[in-house]
DNA sequence: TCTGGGGTCCTAGGACCC
DNA sequence: TCTGGGGTCCTAGGACCC
C-alpha cells in the first residue's frame, strides 16, 4: 500500500519543448496554438503575465501578441508526444510504477521511510529530467492524488520551492493552513461551474469545503464532490483506472481550415477521420461495433442560423476494417448533410469498443464472416506501409488527396525528434 | 473573417418489466 | 380504465480533466 503520491507535470509543456530546440525562446512571452491555429492552449510564464488566458482565440489577442512581440506556434502534436514519451521513460527509471495520466503528467505511488527522503527524490526526478529532455516539472508529493495536485499547485505558484511541494511531512493541521490558501476552483476536480456553486454556500476554498459536511457536499456535488473532500482530508479514495487501458471510444474530429459547403468535401474529410480512428482502434487491438457521424455549422457565426446534426449505426459484426466503416460512414453522411450550410466541423466516433479476439461473429451473415481474415491481413499490410514510410504513404481514395478541407497549421515547428529530414541542424 | 481535440465518469429520466 | 411500488437497463447530456 503506498502511503504518498507524486504528481509529475510539466510546466507549460507544448511551449517547453519549443524551447528545448530553440533556447532563443527563453524569458519571452510564447505561445501555442491549438489545431487550426484557433486558440491559445499554452502559455509561457511571459505570456500569462501578458494577460493572456488560457484558449484565447488568437484574433482575440492580435493587439498583445504584436505589442509585445509574442512569439507564437502551431501545434506540433508530433513532436510533443514524442517528447512526452521520453518523460515517461525517464520516469520509470525512478519508479518500477508509474500512473500515465495524460500527456504532460504522472501520477507515481511512494513509500519511502522518512518524510524528508521525499523531496531529495523529487529534486532527482526533476534535474534528470531536465538533464535527458531539457523540459522543467514541477513535482507535489502527498497522501492523496487530489492533495498531490494542490501541493503542484505550491510547487508551481512558489519560486521559492524550486518546483518541489511536499505535503508529507505535514499534520492535516498544518495541511489545513496551505489549503486555506487554495481557491476552491483550483482544486482538482471541482470546475468552474461547481465552484460557482459553491460560492452561493459561502465555499470559497479548499478548506470551507473540508469544514463543510459531507451531506452538504453531497447535496452541492453529488458523489464526486464528496470523493474530492475526502481527499482533502487524507482519505485516498481516487482509484486510478488502469494504465493505459484500451479506450471505451474513439473520437477523431477536426475544425476545417475554411468553411466547406460541398458533400464531396465533407466526404474526404469523414473519410479521412474514419481512417485515423480505425488506426487507433486496430493499435489497441481492438473493435467497434458503433458509428457516429456527425457534421456543424460555426456555433459562433451571428449571420447563419446554426445546423448540426449526428447519426449512429450498429455494424452487424463489430470490426475494425477502414473500408467498412467508411462505406456506412458515407452512407449516414448524406443522409445528415444539409446543403447550403457553411460547415465548420466534422467528426466521427468509434463506440461499443470490445478486445478483437472477443468478435461475435453473425448467425447468418456467414459471406462477411468469412472475410474477417482477409481484411485483417489488408489492415495489417496498410499499418505495416505505414509504420515504416509514414502516415501519408499509402491511403484510401476516399479521404482525397488534396484535402482543401483541411487545417491551418502554419507556424509549425520541424519534428525534430521523429523525421529523420526534419533534424536540427547546428552550426 | 478568425473560437481545439480527445477523453472519463456520473446522473436524471424514460422505457420496460413484474 | 384505473390503481401502485419496485426494479433494471439504456441513453442523452453535463461536468470535469488536460
Known amino acids: 500500500m503506498p502511503t504518498m503520491f507524486a504528481v509529475v507535470d510539466c510546466n507549460n509543456f507544448f511551449v517547453s519543448c519549443e524551447r528545448a530546440f530553440n533556447p532563443g525562446l527563453e524569458n519571452k512571452p510564447v505561445i501555442v496554438l491549438s489545431n487550426n491555429d484557433g486558440c491559445a492552449v499554452s502559455r509561457s510564464n511571459e505570456a500569462k503575465a501578458l494577460g493572456i488566458p488560457m484558449g484565447a482565440p488568437l484574433f482575440k489577442i492580435r493587439d498583445l501578441v504584436q505589442e509585445h512581440g509574442v512569439r507564437v506556434f502551431s501545434s506540433n502534436f508530433e513532436l510533443y508526444g514524442d517528447m512526452s514519451s521520453r518523460i515517461m521513460k525517464t520516469l520509470e527509471e ?8 495524460s500527456v504532460d503528467e504522472a501520477f507515481i505511488p511512494l513509500s519511502f521511510y522518512s518524510a524528508d527522503q521525499y523531496e531529495t527524490w523529487a529534486e532527482k526526478v526533476r534535474t534528470t529530467i531536465m538533464q535527458y529532455t531539457g523540459i522543467p516539472v514541477s513535482i507535489g508529493i502527498a497522501p492523496t492524488r487530489t492533495l498531490a495536485k494542490a501541493a503542484n499547485e505550491f510547487a508551481k505558484k512558489w519560486e521559492i520551492c524550486n518546483g518541489v511541494f511536499s505535503f508529507a511531512a505535514l499534520s492535516q493541521t498544518q495541511i489545513n493552513y496551505y489549503l486555506q490558501q487554495l481557491p476552491v476552483g483550483d482544486v482538482w476536480g471541482i470546475g468552474y461551474t461547481s465552484a460557482r456553486t459553491l460560492q ?9 469545503l473540508i469544514q463543510t459536511s459531507e451531506l452538504t457536499v453531497r447535496k452541492y456535488l453529488k458523489i464526486m464532490g464528496v470523493r474530492t473532500r475526502a481527499e482533502l482530508l487524507c482519505i485516498s479514495c481516487a482509484a486510478f483506472s488502469e494504465n493505459r487501458a484500451p479506450k471505451k471510444g474513439i473520437l477523431s474530429s477536426r475544425s476545417f481550415g475554411q468553411r466547406v459547403t460541398e458533400l464531396h ?8 477521420y474514419i481512417d485515423t480512428a480505425c488506426h487507433k482502434l486496430r493499435k489497441q487491438h481492438s473493435v467497434a461495433r458503433f458509428l457516429t457521424v456527425y457534421i456543424r455549422s460555426s456555433y459562433y457565426s451571428k449571420t447563419e442560423p446554426y445546423y448540426g446534426n449526428s447519426m449512429t449505426m450498429a455494424l452487424p459484426i463489430a470490426s475494425n476494417y477502414t473500408p467498412t466503416f467508411i462505406q456506412y460512414g458515407l452512407q449516414m453522411l448524406k443522409k445528415i448533410f444539409k446543403p447550403g450550410v457553411r460547415y465548420a466541423k466534422a467528426g466521427v466516433f468509434l463506440s461499443e469498443i470490445t478486445p478483437q479476439h472477443t468478435i461475435q461473429q453473425h448467425l447468418f451473415l456467414q459471406k462477411e464472416n468469412n472475410q474477417i481474415g482477409v481484411r485483417q491481413s489488408i489492415s495489417d499490410a496498410v499499418d505495416a506501409v505505414r ?3 509514414g502516415r501519408s504513404s499509402i491511403g484510401f481514395a476516399a479521404a482525397g488527396i488534396h484535402k482543401k478541407w483541411q487545417g491551418k497549421n502554419e507556424q509549425r515547428t520541424p519534428r525534430y525528434t521523429t523525421h529523420l529530414t526534419e533534424l536540427l541542424t547546428a552550426y
Open 94 to 101: 525512478f519508479s518500477p510504477e508509474v500512473e500515465y495520466y
Open 200 to 208: 452561493t454556500a459561502n465555499i470559497y476554498t479548499a478548506y470551507d
Open 265 to 272: 468535401d465533407l466526404e474526404e474529410a469523414v473519410a479521412s
Open 387 to 389: 509504420n515504416r514510410y
